[in-house]
């Protein structure tokens, strides 16, 4: 596997055999050709026994049956996409998170097996028929309805990204972790089916000064966040699947909150009670975690909305060293406040910005793919991408960010990342400017 990828995306070799870099897409597909010739005299690219003219082994017999994988898994070939954790970052593996490996992915959908997990006290293993969500509080009927009984409301389907408020929050003072699955990858993008939580506190019945939820875990933290009634009656979901199958132990089964576009930490997992109130509660995570400490002292409380942000997944710094040549430069962008409008990208850490191809469906507060595909000649490069939202909002740099925000922050964090691609192809994470 390592070789062959090596070989795919080794581009020197491919302007090597033809003797030029190309410079547009019909030099670079005749320089593929040219790889045919160049791979079969580079030793040690995979095993030549199963490569042309020859006949590969798994063309010589039978392959597994049907069933043999009831679920189905990635390729053999594909061990290294995987979720990681840091572990200096946190003291102990229950209360942490591991990280999207967004530098492998395409396409807006996160894989369920991928989507980053943060959890405050591990993952709750909650038994589907024990399972409970209590409404009660300012309401006409305090409600509890078993998983059968949420089944049985009309239900939507919406792709939302969620992302951590602490995503990039390691970067605040300055560029720390080599890879956009550490820098970038507390968010991730999937398909909810769920019922609108609207329904189901209509169906309780509101009172009149009823203006707050609180949203409470069934883990073991029992985490738990106030959540302004507009919000909850806007565009909340009580979501129980994800990517069309029940949701994953990791993610909240058997039901979680969805607030889309506002800060993953109010997306409660394990989702067991909402309590109606006239006042935030003014939790744990509300007061002493998920405020933004200003350098004057002072600190930002209720920042819900995460802001248009945008990353080049590739090249990035885990990707294979790139190559000289047709170069396909792919990324994400998301914004808390609607759709993503357009993305642009710079080579040259923000001097000259050129607008990238969005590619895909573009839906309110989900994640959009771009791609910007050039020649590159080996000229070191200092990659940026910067996405604008539909309220006209342009993703800041770092040094524009730090001018309102100080560097005290960890949360919100959605400043410009640069990578630098150096003259022998290997990408690092730096700052400019
Ligand atoms: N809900 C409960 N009950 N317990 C938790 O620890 N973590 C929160 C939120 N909901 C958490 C929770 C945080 S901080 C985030 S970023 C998201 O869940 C992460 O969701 P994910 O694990 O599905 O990616
Ligand atoms: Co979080």
Known sequence: MEGAKGNARDKDTVGDAVGVAPTSRRKFLAAAVGLTAAAAATPALGNPNNQPPNVADWTRTLGDGVATRPYGHPSQFEKEVVRRDVQWLTASRESSVSFTPLHELDGIITPNGLCFE?????IAEVDPADYR?????????PLLFTLDDLK???RVNKIYFLECAANSGMEWRGAQLNGCQYTHGMVHCVMYTGVPLKILLEEAGLKANAKWIMAEGGDAAAMNRSVPMAKALDDCLVAYRMNGEMLRPE??????LVVPGWEGNMWVKWLRRIKVGDEPWFTREETSKYTDLLETGKARQFTWVMDAKSVITSPSPQVPKLGKGFTVVSGLAWSGRGTVKRVDVSLDGGRNWREARIDGPVFDKACVRFYYEFDWNGEPLLLQSRAMDSTGYVQPSKGDLRKLRGVNSIYHNNGIQT???KADGEVENVEVG
């Open 419 to 421: 990578w630098h691609v």
């Open 118 to 122: 943060r959890h405050h006290s591990g």
């Open 251 to 256: 993610n909240g089964y058997p039901a979680r």
């Open 152 to 154: 049985r409301f009309p």
């Open 133 to 141: 969500l209590m409404i009660h509080g300012l309401v006409d009927k």
